[in-house]
């Protein structure tokens, strides 16, 4: 079943002088207990996607169009009062660098408990401490931390904080935007492991937000790949990984060292994404492509089923090496 349904969604930043389309036409259907990755570069839209499914774009400076069904609900629809009850309830958040928002003056406890009775107004200090210090403990923190400040925590700690607020109401959705991106690479994957083994225990969804393609592949059982405010392939992890079908996934991969097989030399992607104030034609990712045709600068490309589990956007659909003859072979 369906937990969340994003239907041709449209975010468009406006300024004085122009418009800059974020997000182009991006569909996701997300299940219950499902774990997404969305990968791309910076300027790639990711969390521009995910702040308009917590409907936290500024309406002065965007449009969106399209639609967000959260169990069958419109998000965009939504009053803001009745978006209250679903917002941090049953979606949560944990950004890169969250800790940041917390106070410096007040102990971790009381900002926590405090932050938790504003929505159990009727649950006791005493037991909003026993769950909070359950929460700390399931992220892997000491009940001490429940008595110190934020000075006193390493990044890495805070960060764990920051996790266990975004628990504190057993959401249904949990959403990571390079929540642990700033922390080193041990600590990191210390609180990656935590976070596998504590949706199981809540049989959460979650979708998170990254640039290390490595990440999702370990952590992840589906893959979105972004770039210019587009989906250009998405599937099951571990056959889009295993056989790529767009050259900018295939590009990312060859950027990323290996530990296996023969060494070769990591190769990274020429070029930087489009200028989004201006209307591109064809292929976005065509300036940057090692494959490219002249019919794809023409051309936009559709989705593909590749495989039942496995969605393309390119002209090239098949195996790169067959590319010539595909396009020699259809007509248009």
């Known amino acids: 079943m369906s937990i969340l ?16 389309l974020a997000v182009n036409n991006v569909s996701l259907d997300i299940k219950e207990q499902d774990s997404i990755g969305i990968v791309g570069e910076s300027g790639s839209g990711k969390t521009t996607l995910i702040m308009a499914i917590l409907r936290l774009l500024s309406n002065r400076i965007t449009e969106v169009k399209g639609e967000i069904l959260f169990d069958g609900v419109n998000l965009l629809r939504l009053p803001d009062n009745e978006l209250t009850q679903i917002r941090w309830k049953e979606i949560a958040a944990v950004f890169q660098k969250s800790m940041n928002a917390l106070s410096p003056v007040h102990k971790i406890g009381n900002q926590m408990s405090d932050i938790y009775r504003i929505h159990k107004r009727h649950i006791s200090k005493s037991k909003a401490k026993q769950r909070m210090i359950h929460l700390l403990e399931m992220v892997n923190l000491p009940s001490r931390v429940y008595e110190l400040y934020p000075h006193e925590l390493s990044g890495g700690m805070m960060q764990r904080v920051a996790i266990a607020l975004s628990l504190m109401h057993n959401p249904k959705l949990l959403i990571l935007d390079e929540a ?3 922390l080193d690479v041990v600590t990191q994957g210390q609180i990656l492991e935590e976070i596998i083994e504590i949706e199981k225990e809540l049989k959460t969804t979650r979708i998170m937000i990254t640039h290390d393609i490595s990440i999702v592949a370990n952590m992840c059982k589906k893959i979105v790949i972004m770039y210019a405010g587009k989906v250009l392939e998405s599937g099951d992890v571990k056959e889009v990984i295993s056989n790529p079908q767009h050259p900018y996934t295939k590009g990312l991969l060859k950027s990323l060292p290996s530990f296996k097989g023969e060494k070769g030399k990591i190769k990274g992607i020429s070029g930087s994404l489009p200028d989004l104030r201006t209307s591109v034609q064809g292929c976005i990712f065509a300036d940057r492509c090692e494959y490219v045709m002249d019919f794809c600068r023409k051309q936009t490309p559709l989705d593909h089923d590749f495989t039942k589990n496995h969605k393309v956007a390119c002209h090239l659909v098949g195996g790169i090496k067959s590319a010539e003859k595909q396009i020699k072979n259809r007509s248009y």
């Open 5 to 20: 349904k994003v239907k041709n969604l449209y975010v468009k930043y406006k300024t004085k002088d122009t418009q800059t």
């Open 180 to 182: 642990t991106t700033a």
